[in-house]
């Protein structure tokens, strides 16, 4: 099972148009208590998003010396709309993608919250970082069955009767007899990659690697 973006996102988003002014930027973060939203055209395309961040500018911005032009902060600094203090182009992902592809995008640009936008532009909902963990839910009974099932029989032709498999809070603890070293190396890093699991506990038994099996 890969679950989607589309699957746990918040479909429910606090968004505000382009001319959206100051005042009403600080009441919907305040109100709604979110730290970002999505700025969205009439058409509920995905134009760019605005943070708390982006309005503390103009508390944190000293006043600019007469003559000095610092452009990039006194736009910031004097914005007055959405438009002008949004972070653009908006940066989106798609509701079909994988929320490991979500989790890992997130993680490297560092972004808390992450519009969800259909291939044309549309808003269709937003993720969150609390959103992704979601997966860590997943009842440990569902992930028993996916390991025995589609890992152990299908993906890797295992015989069950050999294995002895228990999942407990998410921690999956393999016993059994397999052929090769290389095979349940394998096997443990598909188990470990699983969606819901937790961490994996190797009590598989195997033959040693020997200097044959080395150079061939």
């Not at 009842?139 to 099932?149: Q, T, V």
Request: hydrophobic share 40%; proline share 5%; net charge neutral.
């Amino acid at each position: 099972m890969t679950t989607t973006v589309s699957q746990v996102m918040t479909k429910r988003v606090v968004a505000l148009r382009e001319e959206a002014g100051y005042k009403e930027i600080v009441a919907a973060l305040r109100h709604y208590r979110v730290s970002a939203c999505p700025v969205i055209d009439e058409k509920n395309r995905v134009l760019g998003v605005v943070s708390a961040a982006d309005l503390l500018h103009k508390q944190a911005d000293p006043e600019l010396p007469s003559g000095m032009r610092q452009l990039s902060k006194q736009t910031k600094a004097t914005a007055l709309t959405a438009s002008q203090l949004m972070t653009a182009p908006a940066i989106v992902i798609d509701p079909s993608a994988p929320l490991t592809v979500a989790a890992k995008f997130m993680q490297d640009n560092q972004i808390k919250r992450l519009p969800v936008a259909t291939p044309d532009g549309h808003l269709a909902g937003i993720i969150s970082r609390t959103d992704l963990l979601s997966v860590f839910e997943r009842p440990d009974a569902d992930i028993w069955d996916d390991i025995i099932k589609i890992m152990v029989c299908e993906e890797f032709t295992l015989n069950v009767a050999s294995f002895d498999i228990t999942v407990r809070s998410g921690v999956v603890t393999l016993c059994g007899l397999i052929d090769r070293r290389e095979r349940a190396l394998n096997l443990l890093a598909r188990v470990r990659h699983s969606e819901g699991v937790v961490g994996v506990r190797d009590r598989l038994t195997y033959p040693a690697e020997s200097q044959g099996d080395e150079g061939s």
